[in-house]
């Protein structure tokens, strides 16, 4: 199983920016598409963005579409989430996923998750 590992998160005031990585071990993540998702109270999981094993083909919600860009690098096992213009409402936890490619893509079956990033963001 690939291990996920998430890491940026942290408190800032609205308006401000944070990137999100998230470290991949094993030798086939480049198999694998790769999602942010987040959980933030009071609200259902959500699927943040999507981006597919290549890099050519990118989701976003459209809501956050203006703000957040994923990106994702395979020689370095790395995937990316570059927040900006954060607002109280984006607090929450942020995982990574990765699925094989099960379903149509953005909504693929991710199977596999890290533990989760912290963001919070003040008013």
């Known amino acids: 199983q690939v291990q996920l590992v998430e890491s940026g998160g942290g408190s800032v005031q609205t308006g401000g920016s944070l990137t999100l990585s998230c470290a991949a071990s094993?030798?086939?993540?480049?198999?694998?598409?790769m999602a942010w998702f987040r959980r933030v109270p009071g609200k259902e999981r959500e699927l943040v963005a999507a981006?597919?094993?290549?890099?050519?083909?990118?989701h976003y919600t459209d809501s956050l579409k203006d703000r957040f860009t994923i990106s994702r690098d395979n020689a370095k096992n790395m995937v990316y989430l570059q927040m900006n213009s954060l607002k109280p409402e984006d607090t929450g936890v942020y995982y990574c996923?990765?699925?094989?490619?099960?379903?149509?893509?953005?909504?693929?079956?991710?199977?596999?998750w890290g533990q989760g990033t912290q963001v919070t963001v003040s008013s």
């Open positions: 996923g990765a699925g094989d490619g099960i379903g149509p893509f953005p909504f693929f079956e991710y199977g596999h």
């Open positions: 094993g030798p086939t993540f480049s198999n694998y598409a």
């Open positions: 981006i597919r094993r290549a890099g050519n083909n990118i």
